[in-house]
């Protein structure tokens, strides 16, 4: 399935949950904006450092300020009647607040294996619709999208970035383009079908 013009209301109305508003994250939700989403809820308890700059959606002026409310000035910086809110905290402190039944396509976008199978999981149990990353570090090897329970996952499967592997910023670019198309032709795609 493709999404086209047509389609931009509907893009319009979606509700999207990101967690990690880092390298992957940054990316994404600027794709999604850029596409037409309207809705937002960003989570990250970090704040913007300069080291973050080479791989991140961020400028040197943010330097300093919770990655959540860069991403958001990012987003009103594309379009005003984005809505977006902030939420400087981490994933396991806020899941039991959030409304996920109203959620539409969530963006797993954290740092470490671990935390990434823990909010799979807890997603996958709440039949929630997610776009994950897995795999983001690594310099030509070939990035892959595999299908979950209720997810995708957009990487290699294989390296994990760090600030030491160079060259890395083209790729969290493209990887955080395939997962806002991902998630807008998914979320198309259930709304077509009801699935």
């Excluded at 039991?96 to 807890?122: S, Y």
């Amino acid at each position: 399935m493709k999404f086209s013009y047509e389609d931009k209301d509907s893009v319009k109305q979606m509700k999207v949950v990101v967690i990690g508003c880092g390298s992957i994250g940054s990316h994404v939700t600027v794709a999604l904006g850029r596409i037409g989403v309207k809705r937002f809820i960003l989570i990250d308890p970090d704040k913007v450092e300069k080291k973050n700059l080479r791989n991140q959606a961020f400028m040197r002026n943010q330097i300093g300020w919770g990655k959540v409310e860069a991403t958001g000035v990012l987003l009103e910086g594309i379009d005003e009647e984005i809505e977006w809110v902030a939420i400087a905290r981490k994933i396991q402190q806020v899941a039991p607040l959030i409304r996920w039944d109203e959620t539409d396509v969530v963006i797993e976008a954290v740092d470490g294996a671990g935390m990434k199978r823990d909010i799979w999981k807890m997603l996958d149990a709440r039949e929630v619709m997610w776009v994950g990353c897995n795999g983001t570090g690594g310099v030509g090897s070939e990035i892959k999208v595999r299908r979950t329970m209720c997810g995708w996952i957009v990487g290699d499967m294989e390296t994990e970035a760090n600030v030491n592997n160079w060259g890395v910023a083209p790729r969290v670019m493209t990887i955080g383009g395939m997962m806002a198309e991902k998630a807008v032709v998914e979320y198309l795609r259930k709304r077509e079908t009801g699935e």
